[in-house]
């Protein structure tokens, strides 16, 4: 299991410093198991989950999700290369 919050305590941290301004939204790359900050952070966050053979998680009311299967990910339409 991930804690998440450390993350969500970084980018607060730059912001109250103003070392980042204007933050429109985090992505964040994840299984989705962890825990989560309990309020809802001033910009808007995407947790990118991969479905796997596992049930998916419960996110957070406040988060945005969007779940990419193996076929999604592989699929040469979305590659940089």
């Given at each position: 299991?991930?804690?998440f919050r450390?993350?969500?305590?970084?980018?607060?941290?730059?912001?109250?410093?103003?070392e980042l301004t204007n933050l429109q939204g985090l992505i964040y790359f994840t299984d989705g198991e962890g825990t989560f900050p309990e309020r809802k952070p001033p910009y808007?966050?995407?947790?990118?989950?991969?479905?796997?053979?596992?049930?998916?998680?419960?996110?957070?009311?406040?988060?945005?999700?969007l779940t990419l299967t193996e076929e999604d990910i592989l699929d040469k339409r979305f590659s940089a290369y």
């Amino acid at each position: 299991r991930t804690d998440f919050r450390p993350v969500f305590a970084h980018v607060e941290e730059l912001i109250r410093k103003k070392e980042l301004t204007n933050l429109q939204g985090l992505i964040y790359f994840t299984d989705g198991e962890g825990t989560f900050p309990e309020r809802k952070p001033p910009y808007d966050t995407a947790f990118i989950l991969h479905r796997g053979d596992y049930a998916l998680p419960e996110l957070p009311g406040w988060a945005m999700s969007l779940t990419l299967t193996e076929e999604d990910i592989l699929d040469k339409r979305f590659s940089a290369y």
